[in-house]
């Protein structure tokens, strides 16, 4: 599942309980499978800021460390942040494997963990994007930018059956909860609501489109993966099964899949996302 949900469900309560939006742990299921599928975004994240050696890189909800370690392999001096301490470990093991010298730092998008004016770039591979704040996030990024430097992240646009999941996915689960809906999150895949949030800072914006293509054996194959690694999907079926509601949700979700397969001998599904660089005016 693509999408940027900033707000999970408390898992322990009750359908006729308010859910208490507590932020998911990405720490749980089996992110690296996942960060295996966004590894292309992570390298056009990198290359749209063209990272080069010995510049200062920070790596915004680094997870697995993705765009991290594609820009120390360039020689950049590279921080990652991230709060799903699981995966930061999970980061700082291939880091090492590679014999690369990144910082890997527990922290939050509205509240860095690092300097003022001290990253050359600022990049965030489909992360800041699940910040609850929106503006506190850009703030962030803004603060520890250097002068002159650049920031660079990743935003899904809807498309595709992918998208189509990421997007039913979360209201499947607060319907089976009884809940209401939740606050409308920042549009971060439109591209004038981020040139205003962007121009309170006094930063000019410019995006690219691309396609990440995600495949499997079939449909069903897809969403069993999904099911049992990415970690909204864990937490949104372990709310589901307790509820007695997984299967009915299991066979929506696999209608989307199926509806919108682009292989009739497998799975394939098309999402489309930008790259949206700022930089100051
Ligand atoms: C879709 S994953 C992307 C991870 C990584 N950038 C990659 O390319 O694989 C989203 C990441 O955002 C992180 N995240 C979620 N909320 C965050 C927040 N408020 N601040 C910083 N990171 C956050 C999660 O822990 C997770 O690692």
Known sequence: MSGSD??????TMSAQTMPA?????????????????LLPAA???????????????????????NAALIAARLGARVTGVDPAERLLDVARGLAREEGLDV?????????????????????SNFA?????????????????LAPAGRIVFSSWLRHGAVGQLSAVAPDLIRRALD??????????????????????????????????????????????AERHSHPLAVAGFEVLERLGQAEQAHKQLLQILTDGNEDTGAFRSTSHYLTVTAVGR
Do not use: K
């Open 6 to 11: 900033s707000t999970s469900v408390n898992t």
């Open 179 to 224: 809940a209401p809906p939740p606050p409308r999150p920042f549009a971060w895949h439109d591209e004038n609501a981020l040139r205003t949030l962007f121009a309170a800072h006094d930063m000019t914006v410019t995006v690219a489109q691309h396609d990440l293509v995600f495949t499997d054996e079939s449909p069903e194959a897809y969403l069993e």
């Open 103 to 123: 910082g890997f730092r527990s922290g939050d998008a509205a509240s860095l963990p690092v300097p003022d004016d001290s990253f050359d770039a600022v990049l």
């Open 128 to 144: 800041v994007i699940f910040a609850s704040d929106a503006d506190a996030a850009v703030a962030e990024m803004v603060r520890v």
């Open 21 to 37: 939006p507590t932020p998911p742990d990405w720490g749980r299921g089996r992110y690296e499978r996942t960060a295996a599928q």
């Open 43 to 65: 390298q056009a994240v990198v290359d749209a800021a063209g990272v080069g050696p010995g510049e200062r890189v920070l790596d915004i909800g680094c997870g697995t460390g």
